[in-house]
């Protein structure tokens, strides 16, 4: 990929003592980057499945309320990627990446039980950042749009992360 290709950058994580389950995206498509918020994506399905796994209607809430629901119900989020140069917004097209340190992180997470992958991409990047863990790793079907596999199709994978939720 040429450097005329832009370098984008991935968010801070969005995390907690308490966070037991942290999912990990590839990094950011366009919309969510111009929006500086992690799926922002009308068509991301997201914060639908969300919804579902911690049984609360997060797509009716403003971002920092999202946020705040998914850190009280012991959920964080970050990307695997930390930069990358990207034309558009699909991870075929990632190129120079530059991983973020996911195992630092959860070693900072005193609660943490799984580490879930949103995509292919992610769990490819993520797995060989993490390496040997003692989190149980979990692959979920991308939520993004460019996944077609359909919202229902999707669902019971996401709802599994229930189970690490628990007390």
């Given amino acids: 990929m040429s450097q005329s290709t832009p370098r984008k950058s991935s968010f801070p994580p969005v995390v907690d003592s308490a966070v037991r389950v942290l999912i990990c995206g ?24 969300m919804s579902a796994v911690v049984d609360r209607d ?11 629901a998914l850190l009280e119900a012991h959920v964080g989020l970050w990307d695997v990627v930390a930069t990358a140069h990207r034309p558009g917004s699909t991870d075929a097209a990632l190129s120079g990446i530059a991983p973020n340190d996911i ?4 070693a900072t997470l005193p609660d943490l ?6 995509g292919g991409t992610a769990l490819k990047h993520g797995l060989k950042q993490l390496g040997a ?15 077609t596999v359909g919202f229902d199709r999707k669902l019971p994978d996401w709802v599994e992360l229930r189970d690490h939720l628990r007390h």
């Fill in 26 to 49: 590839s990094l950011p498509g366009d919309r969510s980057l111009d929006a500086r918020q992690y799926y922002a994506h009308p068509q991301n399905q997201f914060w639908r499945l």
């Fill in 58 to 68: 997060l797509t009716a809430l403003a971002y920092p309320e999202r946020l705040a």
């Fill in 103 to 106: 195992a630092a992180l959860a």
């Fill in 113 to 118: 039980r799984a580490i879930a992958f949103n």
């Fill in 133 to 147: 863990t003692r989190y149980a790793t979990v692959a979920l079907p991308s939520s993004s749009p460019l996944h």
